[in-house]
């Protein structure tokens, strides 16, 4: 497995301090999230997912702690929009140019809007998908809502 991909590559440029950490990916879990938590032994408060999701038809990008679910209502809200709904996975492959399971919202094919989940924010550091399955970030959460320009945001149920 390569540690370098364009997520890595992504925050080189911009100078942001980060580790790469590999797990054994499981691609039968009932949460992937949580499968990379327990696989790296971290609390899913600190090990962050990235979803894909529609607000009023635009491509947004959410990143909040694995064992969260995101909020519609509270996300639409966030950006003031009226309604959002789940990516579909094919359509989220297609506009990050990463497999589901292996999304980051780091070096995607094309920047969206993102939304960073507030409460990730006061974790001294969080671990976020490095663009393949089995890898991850390790990096302080204000550097990675930095580095995608993100808001910050209550968006979880």
């Known amino acids: 497995m390569s540690r370098t991909t364009r997520a890595t590559q992504a925050l080189t440029r911009l100078g942001i301090a980060f580790t790469v950490h ?11 999230g949580l499968q990379a ?10 090990v962050l997912k990235t979803l894909m999701a529609e607000l009023d038809g635009r491509p947004v990008c959410v990143v909040l702690p694995s064992h969260r679910e995101v909020s519609m209502k509270k996300l639409a809200a966030a950006f003031g929009g009226k309604s959002a709904a789940m990516m579909k996975p094919a359509d989220a492959e297609r506009l990050t140019g990463y ?31 490095a663009g393949q399955r ?23 149920a």
């Open 99 to 129: 497999h589901v399971g292996g999304i980051s919202p780091f070096g995607q094919k094309k920047q969206v809007p993102t939304a960073i989940e507030l409460a990730a924010l006061d974790e001294p550091l969080v671990y976020i998908n």
């Open 134 to 156: 089995g890898l991850q970030l390790r990096l302080d959460p204000k550097d990675a809502q930095r580095a995608l320009g993100a808001i910050a945001a209550a968006i979880v």
């Open 37 to 46: 938590a327990e696989a790296l032994g971290e609390d899913p408060s600190r």
């Open 22 to 32: 590999s797990y054994a990916y499981d691609p039968d879990a009932a949460s992937i």
